[in-house]
Nanobody
Framework: QVQLVESGGGLAQAGGSLRLSCAAS????????MGWFRQGPGKGREFVAA????????NYADSVLGRFTISRDNAKNTVYLQMDSLKPEDTAVYYC?????????????????WGQGTQVTVSS
Protein backbone atom coordinates (compact mmCIF):
# COMPACT_ATOMS: atom_id res chain seq x y z
CA GLN A 1 0.00 0.00 0.00
CA VAL A 2 1.41 3.37 -1.03
CA GLN A 3 1.20 6.12 1.54
CA LEU A 4 1.67 9.81 0.76
CA VAL A 5 2.25 12.30 3.57
CA GLU A 6 2.20 16.03 2.89
CA SER A 7 3.85 18.68 5.04
CA GLY A 8 4.76 22.34 4.82
CA GLY A 9 1.36 24.00 4.71
CA GLY A 10 0.48 26.94 6.86
CA LEU A 11 -0.25 30.64 6.81
CA ALA A 12 1.46 33.09 4.47
CA GLN A 13 0.92 36.68 3.46
CA ALA A 14 0.13 37.65 -0.11
CA GLY A 15 3.36 37.82 -2.06
CA GLY A 16 5.03 35.35 0.25
CA SER A 17 6.25 31.81 -0.26
CA LEU A 18 5.68 28.32 1.07
CA ARG A 19 7.16 24.95 0.15
CA LEU A 20 5.10 21.80 0.36
CA SER A 21 6.65 18.37 0.61
CA CYS A 22 5.13 14.96 0.01
CA ALA A 23 6.93 11.85 1.22
CA ALA A 24 6.00 8.55 -0.42
CA SER A 25 6.33 5.12 1.10
CA UNK A 26 6.94 3.16 -2.09
CA UNK A 27 9.71 0.91 -3.33
CA UNK A 28 10.29 2.42 -6.78
CA UNK A 29 9.32 6.07 -6.50
CA UNK A 30 10.64 6.92 -9.95
CA UNK A 31 8.01 4.61 -11.40
CA UNK A 32 5.24 7.01 -10.41
CA UNK A 33 4.28 10.33 -11.86
CA MET A 34 3.30 12.76 -9.12
CA GLY A 35 0.94 15.67 -8.93
CA TRP A 36 -0.46 18.36 -6.71
CA PHE A 37 -4.12 19.27 -6.58
CA ARG A 38 -5.99 21.75 -4.43
CA GLN A 39 -9.50 22.31 -3.18
CA GLY A 40 -10.52 25.77 -2.10
CA PRO A 41 -13.54 26.67 0.08
CA GLY A 42 -16.71 25.74 -1.76
CA LYS A 43 -14.81 24.58 -4.83
CA GLY A 44 -14.03 21.31 -6.50
CA ARG A 45 -10.60 19.71 -6.57
CA GLU A 46 -8.41 21.29 -9.24
CA PHE A 47 -5.12 20.36 -10.86
CA VAL A 48 -2.11 22.45 -9.83
CA ALA A 49 1.04 20.77 -11.15
CA ALA A 50 2.46 17.41 -12.21
CA UNK A 51 5.86 15.87 -12.79
CA UNK A 52 6.92 12.74 -14.65
CA UNK A 53 8.59 9.80 -12.94
CA UNK A 54 12.06 10.88 -14.02
CA UNK A 55 11.40 14.51 -13.23
CA UNK A 56 12.26 15.58 -16.77
CA UNK A 57 8.79 16.84 -17.63
CA UNK A 58 6.40 19.10 -15.76
CA ASN A 59 2.99 20.62 -16.33
CA TYR A 60 1.21 23.47 -14.57
CA ALA A 61 -2.25 24.94 -14.34
CA ASP A 62 -2.43 28.36 -15.97
CA SER A 63 -3.35 29.91 -12.62
CA VAL A 64 0.01 28.98 -11.06
CA LEU A 65 2.33 29.04 -14.08
CA GLY A 66 5.38 31.14 -13.34
CA ARG A 67 4.68 31.23 -9.60
CA PHE A 68 4.77 27.56 -8.52
CA THR A 69 7.49 24.99 -9.20
CA ILE A 70 7.12 21.24 -8.86
CA SER A 71 10.19 19.08 -8.36
CA ARG A 72 11.12 15.67 -7.02
CA ASP A 73 14.02 13.91 -5.37
CA ASN A 74 13.74 10.23 -6.24
CA ALA A 75 16.52 9.32 -3.83
CA LYS A 76 14.39 10.70 -1.00
CA ASN A 77 11.01 9.50 -2.33
CA THR A 78 9.77 13.08 -2.08
CA VAL A 79 8.00 15.54 -4.34
CA TYR A 80 7.94 19.27 -3.64
CA LEU A 81 5.79 22.24 -4.56
CA GLN A 82 7.54 25.59 -4.22
CA MET A 83 4.90 28.31 -4.10
CA ASP A 84 6.03 31.89 -4.63
CA SER A 85 4.13 35.14 -5.12
CA LEU A 86 1.21 33.66 -3.25
CA LYS A 87 -2.24 35.16 -3.69
CA PRO A 88 -5.31 34.93 -1.44
CA GLU A 89 -6.98 32.82 -4.12
CA ASP A 90 -4.30 30.16 -3.58
CA THR A 91 -5.94 29.41 -0.23
CA ALA A 92 -6.93 25.75 -0.31
CA VAL A 93 -6.22 22.29 0.97
CA TYR A 94 -3.37 20.95 -1.15
CA TYR A 95 -3.20 17.25 -1.97
CA CYS A 96 -0.31 15.19 -3.22
CA UNK A 97 -1.16 12.36 -5.61
CA UNK A 98 0.68 9.49 -7.26
CA UNK A 99 -0.02 7.62 -10.48
CA UNK A 100 1.32 4.35 -11.90
CA UNK A 101 1.64 6.18 -15.20
CA UNK A 102 5.21 7.45 -15.51
CA UNK A 103 4.20 10.13 -18.00
CA UNK A 104 2.53 13.31 -16.81
CA UNK A 105 -1.14 13.08 -15.87
CA UNK A 106 -3.27 16.09 -15.09
CA UNK A 107 -6.71 14.75 -14.16
CA UNK A 108 -7.69 13.38 -10.77
CA UNK A 109 -9.15 10.04 -11.98
CA UNK A 110 -5.75 9.10 -13.43
CA UNK A 111 -4.16 9.16 -9.99
CA UNK A 112 -4.08 6.02 -7.88
CA UNK A 113 -2.96 7.32 -4.48
CA TRP A 114 -3.70 10.45 -2.50
CA GLY A 115 -2.32 12.11 0.59
CA GLN A 116 -4.47 13.47 3.39
CA GLY A 117 -3.99 17.09 2.38
CA THR A 118 -2.34 20.11 3.96
CA GLN A 119 -3.96 23.50 4.49
CA VAL A 120 -2.49 26.59 2.85
CA THR A 121 -3.96 29.95 3.84
CA VAL A 122 -2.86 33.19 2.19
CA SER A 123 -3.88 36.45 3.82
CA SER A 124 -4.21 39.72 1.92
Amino acid sequence: QVQLVESGGGLAQAGGSLRLSCAASVRTFSGYSMGWFRQGPGKGREFVAAISGSGSRTNYADSVLGRFTISRDNAKNTVYLQMDSLKPEDTAVYYCAGSYRISIVTTAPEYDYWGQGTQVTVSS
